[in-house]
Structure formats: C-alpha cells, structure tokens
Antibody
Framework: EVQLVESGGGVVRPGGSLRLSCAAS????????MSWVRQAPGKGLEWVSG????????GYADSVKGRFTISRDNAKNSLYLQMNSLRAEDTALYHC????????????????WGQGTLVTVSS | AIQMTQSPSSLSASVGDRVTITCRAS??????LGWYQQKPGKAPKLLIY???SLQSGVPSRFSGSGSGTDFTLTISSLQPEDFATYYC?????FGQGTKVEIK
C-alpha cells in the first residue's frame, strides 16, 4: 500500500524557517517524481514545488521561488521542503504527492497524496 | 503560463442528479487534464487523468471528456458520498474548485 506521511509543520514567526519531511513507503521511491502541494485554510489547491526521480530537476511556483528548496533522499525514501523567509500567506496544509504520468508520458497528475502537515506563520 | 478557469464555483444537486463541472484552459492543452475529489479534512483523490481515463477503483458514474481548451467532469447519478469539492489540474495549475452541495 502506498503511504505518504508528512511531518515538520508547526507555528513559526514571519521571516522564520521550517523544514518539512515526507516519508514514503509501499512503492519504489526513486522511480517517481514527487511534489509539494499546499492548501490555505478555506482555499483551493496550489502546487508549490516538484522534483524528479533523482533530484536532478526541480521546479517552484513563483510564489515561493528563491525562498523554498525541495530535495529528496532516495536512500531514506524521503522528500523534503526547506522553507525560509516565511510569510503569513504561506500558512497552509502542505501535502506531498506522487507524480503520475499516463502511458504516453504527456499527461501529468498526482496519483497519491499524504494527509498533510499544517504550517502556520504568525507573529 | 496557462490559466485554468473552473465553473461553477458551487452547485446544489440532489441524489440521482446528473452533474457537470467544466474547466477551460487559456490555450490548447491537448488532453493533459485531470480531475480530483476532495472531502473535508481529507487529501484530494485522483478521479480522471488524461482528460477521460478513469483512475483505478473510481466508480464508473464519473467520466471526463474534452480536448484542447474545454473539459468536462460528469457524475451521471450523484450519490451521497459524492458531495465534495472537485478540482481540475492541468500540468501544475489547479482550477479554483467546485463545491457540490446537497439540495
């Protein structure tokens, strides 16, 4: 059974830092790209960052570029998100999600999600 | 960047109703679109990928159609467990969401 379990959320002051982790199990972790997707309270879904299977390619939403860094440790089946210079608008539930491509390799989705870890940025 | 416009933002329907939700892309995206269901306090669940392919384990009352810029998620006969919020996703951009409520 595929499982994704996030941790590391909490309350942090504006300008502070947090490191989120996602522990993966039930599949061959280094076969898949992974992403972080967040949801502010009462709001919709926003892709934050993604990383390919070996960490050689990363991407970021404009809203977090230059402040957040995604990484992975395939030996530990783990995904990370280092969040610096946090702002009130970063307050959200952060989910890790597994990238899925259809057989043609052209259609991208997220096929498994964790339950999320809550980040609250407040003074 | 491609923009996704999802409509309606909410709808009220009864059990047994046929429900349709749409997403429009700001430019052609072939069939690169998926649909998700999210219930309160839960992670999103993939229903449809590549515009019309049903994800394994998803009931057949859910279907997707469209290509290019206009896409549709249809629930053929709404069930009590289908009351939720639905999102489309193109690449890395989500639609705004549609909340399906009980009439």
């Amino acid at each position: 059974e595929v499982q994704l379990v996030e941790s590391g959320g909490g309350v942090v002051r504006p300008g502070g830092s947090l490191r989120l982790s996602c522990a993966a199990s039930g599949f061959t972790f280094d076969d898949y790209g992974m992403s972080w997707v967040r949801q502010a309270p009462g709001k919709g879904l926003e892709w934050v960052s993604g990383i390919n299977w070996n960490g050689g390619s990363t991407g970021y939403a404009d809203s977090v570029k230059g402040r957040f860094t995604i990484s992975r440790d395939n030996a530990k089946n783990s995904l990370y998100l280092q969040m610096n210079s946090l702002r009130a608008e970063d307050t959200a539930l952060y989910h890790c999600a597994r990238d899925y491509y259809d057989s043609s390799g052209t259609s991208h989705q997220f096929d498994y999600w964790g339950q999320g870890t809550l980040v609250t940025v407040s003074s | 960047a491609i923009q996704m416009t999802q409509s309606p933002s909410s709808l009220s329907a009864s059990v047994g109703d046929r429900v349709t939700i749409t997403c429009r892309a700001s430019q052609g995206i072939r069939n690169d679109l998926g649909w998700y269901q999210q219930k309160p306090g839960k992670a999103p669940k993939l229903l449809i990928y590549a515009a019309s392919s049903l994800q394994s384990g998803v009931p057949s009352r859910f279907s997707g159609s469209g290509s290019g810029t206009d896409f549709t998620l249809t629930i053929s006969s709404l069930q009590p467990e289908d009351f939720a919020t639905y999102y489309c996703l193109q690449g890395w951009t989500f639609g705004q969401g549609t909340k399906v409520e009980i009439k």
